[in-house]
């Protein structure tokens, strides 16, 4: 356990690395002053989590378990390339992040708004170790399944699958995470990750395409729990398997690249 975490704080060391040298080779934009405004406190973080060790990583595809018939979904749209640094609602995610949230929402237009005031965590974060560090890196966000009636905050579950559904049209690797379900304390909540953003974490990457991930038709959780315990099977995706739009076909995904996910689209 104590090499693994060593691992993944070189992981997000060098991921600091790597965004701080994409801002220094940046214009003088304001775009860019902004977007170095954001990362620096984020890459200081980082540098103090920082533990020297030999990073080795387990293969992150283990197979796909096609149980689904995947599909191209009505409203697939690929995401931009931009990468610029936003705060929402008092968070930090990428453009192409938001821009996917803004497209999501419109596929939804419930009563949820993902764009930003039902955010409950961001990117580019390390403060939650219980999410796994899948924060640590871009295209990860939480979100609320709350609304607030009077002095009680009363669960929307009505919303919840047409939310998912929207997040996966968009682009997004998404699950519903009910209370207690990670921990013991933790809410309700979405969590949802931007397939082929540039700047996932490893921990991240592996809930999309790893053996418990959303390629393969699980819940994106580790098949250890809290306590290191072995669990017997991973999670399965209580939301039917993931939606497969063309765009991520061209993804270096291993789940992807062989003739099971998209071959229906070559």
Request: net charge negative; aromatic share 10%; charged share 20%.
């Amino acid at each position: 356990m104590r090499n693994y975490l060593r691992s993944q704080k070189l992981a997000t060391f060098f991921l600091a690395i790597a965004l701080l040298l994409a801002c220094v080779a940046c214009s003088d934009s304001q775009e860019n002053a902004s977007q170095a405004e954001f990362l620096t406190p984020i890459t200081n973080n980082l540098l103090r989590q920082y533990t020297s060790s030999q990073y080795s990583s387990d293969e992150v595809n283990a197979g796909v378990d096609l149980w689904f018939i995947p599909k191209e979904a009505e409203g697939c749209q690929a995401p931009s390339d931009s990468y610029g640094l936003v705060e929402i609602n008092g968070f930090i995610l990428n453009q192409r992040t938001v821009e996917m949230l803004e497209y999501a929402y419109e596929l939804y237009g419930g009563l949820i708004d993902i764009r930003g005031p039902a955010l409950t965590q961001g990117s580019y974060s390390l403060d939650s170790p219980e999410s796994f560090f899948t924060h640590a890196g871009g295209g990860a966000v939480d979100i609320s399944v709350y609304d607030k009636n009077g002095e009680r905050w009363v669960l929307l579950e009505d919303e919840i699958e047409p939310v998912i559904g929207a997040l996966r049209v968009a682009g997004f690797a998404a699950w519903y995470r009910p209370a207690d379900y990670e921990r013991q304390g933790s809410p309700a909540h979405i969590h949802a990750i931007a397939i082929g953003d540039l700047f996932l974490s490893p921990e991240a990457t592996r809930q999309i395409d790893g053996r418990c991930g959303y390629f393969n038709g699980r819940a994106g959780l580790p098949i250890m729990d809290y306590e290191c315990k072995h669990v017997a099977e991973p999670r399965p995706d209580i939301h039917g398997g993931p939606v497969v739009c063309d765009w991520m076909c061209a993804l270096p995904y291993p789940s992807l690249s062989g003739e099971l996910l998209c071959k229906n689209w070559e």
